[in-house]
């Protein structure tokens, strides 16, 4: 499994996709802006681009022709997904915190970077995984409708989350009043967000392995 | 001992089937799977790869059960399909670099060996070989991790005569120790004439034949005869062509009979092949 990955990251993933977390994370700078998409370009870039490069490079027939099963083959992408994600978010972590000291008396409309909020951009990922994950692995290299069927599903938790973000007063108070900087609250959010992460992650990974397991190749 | 065992393996598709495909290879020897294109070869494979799901049968590779002993097997199992047709824009290098690390028993001075017997340049990209080159590369691939059974699918369609006879002779050499034993599958039957010691002919999804090469030839004969001569074989041949002098026709050695005196003459695999694709037209 080990060297299933270190084969998926030297000749799988194109390195343009270890710099975009950076390129996108930069957009968190941009004072006041709607910041879940700053983690969705992960989702409209990354994933479809990487899912046609495995599908034109033959990468199963490849992966396949090595001593692995196809169960390490499932672990090694899942694991890549999940490592780009964790890329994608720890990049944007620091241009937040960054956005913070530059900008410390900004009135945000739509979600500020706060300790909580990253805990919902995980749960935003951990609805994209479970949905795409699991249907990607049905045929290993059809693409294109698990990529939309899960970013509208992500997009759909960013868009209510937001809404209740303006509409809600208890929710506003604690983003964007008084509760913004409690991290009391706020880590336990996170928290929630990373464990709601790993277990959806979880549960798509054994969904994929079951229909993984019935393509042929 | 047995490189291959293929037992009963049946597969069901809407339009096409494996029916009860067995053969077996024995250690140290090189057998041809021949059959026309859609004649159920590359499923076969794959199936003995367990990279396609067959609904019955029993697959064992040099001794073992594939299925039970997936990553034992694989490590000393080197196939390809065709040539590298992954990765097509890295370089070799980087190409075998990740591939190593996935064998126990890689071994760089073979690989090195190959490159230069094979006139390989590391430094090339894999878009940038030869179709022939392309297949060299993966048998340096196989090679170098110690396989002791390749199976390798149309290995030389696409390749110019002279590349395909050096890949002839080097799949001679290889199982000359008896250590090394190769299944390969083709269309081009002059190639197994060159080098096969045993012969698998494979019609719709059905083994028609599978034993050794001279065998294999001599079950048939190739009749040549007047119309007349015709009527009475009719019914005995596998198929049959008719002509302006009277007709050609494949039968059974066990159902020719001599005293008829209808000229009869061995035949060769490509005639074998297209008599019998011939039967399944007279029936439709």
């Not at chain 1, 780009?84 to 945000?108: C, K, M, R, S, W």
């Not at chain 1, 706020?186 to 709601?196: C, E, R």
């Amino acid at each position: 499994m080990y060297n299933l990955l270190l084969k998926e990251l030297k000749l799988g993933v194109s390195p343009f996709f270890y710099i975009l977390p950076f390129l996108t994370g930069a957009l968190m700078l941009i004072p006041g802006w709607l910041y879940f998409i700053v983690l969705l370009y992960f989702c409209w870039i990354t994933v479809p681009n990487m899912c046609g490069a495995y599908k034109s490079q033959n990468d199963l027939q490849f992966s396949l022709m090595m001593p692995v099963t196809k169960k390490d083959i499932v672990k090694a992408k899942v694991a890549v997904i999940v490592i780009l994600e964790l890329l994608h978010i720890v990049t944007a972590v620091i241009f937040g915190f960054i956005n913070t000291q530059l900008y410390p008396d900004f009135t945000n409309f739509f979600f500020g970077p706060t300790v909580g909020f990253w805990g919902l951009g995980f749960i935003m990922l951990a609805i994209f995984n479970l949905i795409f994950i699991s249907m990607y692995f049905k045929t290993a290299y059809k693409f294109g409708a698990p990529t939309i069927v899960a970013i509208t599903a992500a997009m759909l938790f960013a868009g209510g989350a937001e809404w209740l973000g303006i509409k809600n007063s208890t929710i506003f108070d604690l983003f964007k009043g008084s509760g913004a900087d409690n991290l009391a609250i706020h880590v336990p959010i996170l928290l929630t967000g990373i464990v709601i992460f790993a277990v959806f992650t979880i549960i798509a990974y054994h969904i994929a392995i079951k229909r993984f397991m019935k393509v042929d190749i | 001992m047995m490189a291959l065992d293929v037992k009963n393996l049946n597969k069901k598709y809407e339009q096409f089937q494996l029916k009860d495909v067995s053969f077996q290879l024995k250690k140290g020897y090189i057998m041809g799977f021949i059959g026309a294109n859609g004649a159920g070869k590359t499923t076969t494979i794959k199936s003995i790869l367990n990279l396609t799901h067959f609904d019955s049968g029993d697959i064992s590779t040099l001794g073992k059960n594939f299925i039970e002993h997936e990553l034992e097997m694989k490590q000393v199992i080197g196939y390809a399909f065709g040539g590298v047709n992954y990765y097509t824009r890295s370089k070799i290098k980087n190409v075998t670099n990740v591939v190593k690390k996935f064998y126990k028993h890689w071994d760089e001075d073979t690989y090195n060996n190959y490159l230069k017997r094979f006139d390989l340049d590391e430094n090339k990209k894999i878009a940038q070989l030869s179709e022939g080159m392309k297949v060299k590369y993966n048998l340096a691939l196989a090679l170098s991790h110690g396989s002791k059974l390749l199976i390798l699918d149309e290995p030389t369609s696409g390749l110019d005569p002279v590349a395909r006879d050096n890949l002839l002779d080097l799949f001679q050499e290889l199982v000359e120790d008896g250590e090394i034993s190769i299944l390969f599958s083709t269309h081009i039957t002059s190639d197994l004439e060159k080098c096969a010691d045993y012969i698998t002919y494979i019609h719709n999804g059905e083994i028609i034949n599978s034993a050794e090469k001279e065998e294999f030839i001599n079950t048939y004969r190739l009749l040549n005869g007047s119309e007349s001569q015709l009527e009475k074989v009719k019914d005995d041949l596998i198929s049959y062509k008719e002509n302006s002098f009277g007709f050609t026709g494949l039968i059974h050695e066990e159902d020719f009979d001599p005293t008829l005196e209808i000229n009869s003459a061995r035949p060769n695999l490509e005639e074998i092949m297209i008599y019998f694709s011939k039967r399944e037209g007279l029936y439709v």
